[in-house]
């Protein structure tokens, strides 16, 4: 009788021991499985990017090779399709490599757990650019905001994780950067887009950037046209200098100009002729310095054939 009553007893598997209820209901929120690329939408406003480099032709060869080692991370929406949490770039992947379906972690996230997510993942990349820095810390930032009981994915007691702190501290913390840095990266948001790729490509540093950050975008489109005109950039003591000009309601586009014509240690060569009428003439490929001898040759070769044109005529 008792060897019949013990063949009944169930034995909890190991694992199962230590697991929470909280934890246990995360597992049952997730399951893998294959989507077709059709059905799996961008994050919106995905702050970084995915460019076709070669990095990228590698990603592709190896997926071809060996398939995709760490499935994706999306999260399932309302009409059926689903929504990329991590894996932008393996996605493009296997768009490249022609193959329609890929290997999925689906996960039931809250839109404001999905974005901590999304950034958190991405972060850990060797190369960031620092747009890309600039719109992931902004999304965390607002989302943690957003979420006020809870900072984070884990299950610790929320009291602990935001006693005495603010939502930047803890950005801070997570990511680390000094409060300041992250105040500085997310003002980069504020740049007009042509100014931020220059900051991507290293042409205007992070506090120069952040100085211009300041100015209204009719403003930073004077000083685009500047920088093109001057063929430098801005030094922090000229940014400082026109944030205040601003401030004071005294900034036009004569007096961005007037700025970044002053002399400084990253200022070229400036083009021979300030009308664009002709500038748009002179070759690009031309030095500055190279400029004004084409239009003189230019202008020289015009002269004869007027005189050539003037003589048939009699």
Do not use: C
């Not at 049952?28 to 499985?33: N, Y």
């Not at 757990?113 to 719109?135: C, T, W, Y």
């Not at 801070?172 to 997310?186: L, W």
């Not at 400084?264 to 190279?290: C, G, H, S, W, Y």
């Amino acid at each position: 009788m008792a060897k019949h009553s013990a063949e009944k007893i169930e034995l909890t598997p190991f694992d199962d021991l230590f697991q929470t209820d909280e934890s246990r209901e995360d597992l049952q929120k997730e399951r893998l499985t294959e989507i077709p690329l059709s059905a799996i939408r961008d994050f919106p406003e995905h702050p970084y990017q995915v460019k076709d480099d070669e990095n990228m032709m590698e990603l592709v060869e190896s997926v071809k090779t060996y398939g995709l080692l760490q499935p994706v991370l999306v999260r399932p929406l309302e009409d059926g399709t689903y929504e990329m949490v991590s894996g932008h770039r393996r996605k493009r992947a296997f768009e490249l490599a022609g193959i329609e379906k890929i290997p999925a972690r689906v996960k039931e996230l809250s839109r404001d757990d999905a974005i901590l997510m999304m950034v958190d993942s991405n972060l850990q990349r060797d190369e960031i650019l620092p747009s890309e820095k600039a719109f992931a810390y902004k999304m965390r930032l607002d989302a943690m905001t957003r979420q006020g009981k809870r900072t984070d994915l884990t299950s610790a007691p929320v009291e602990q994780k935001l006693k005495n702190k603010t939502s930047r501290e803890l950005l801070a913390e997570s990511v680390g950067e000094s409060h300041a840095q992250i105040q500085r990266y997310i003002r980069l948001t504020e740049l007009i887009p042509e100014l931020l790729e220059l900051v991507d490509e290293k042409r205007i540093a992070l506090r120069p950037a952040v100085e211009i950050s300041y100015l209204s975008p009719e403003a930073q489109k004077w000083l685009y046209e500047a920088i093109g005109f001057a063929d430098a950039t801005p030094s922090h003591a000229q940014t400082i200098k026109m944030r205040k000009f601003f401030e004071e309601g005294k900034l036009t586009q004569e007096v961005v100009e007037s700025i970044m014509e002053e002399e400084k240690p990253n200022q070229r060569v400036k083009p021979a002729f300030k009308d664009k009428r002709i500038m748009n003439l002179i070759p690009r490929t031309l030095a500055p310095e190279q400029q004004s001898d084409y239009v003189v040759k230019a202008l020289q070769y015009y002269n004869r054939f007027l005189e050539r044109k003037k003589e048939m005529g009699r």
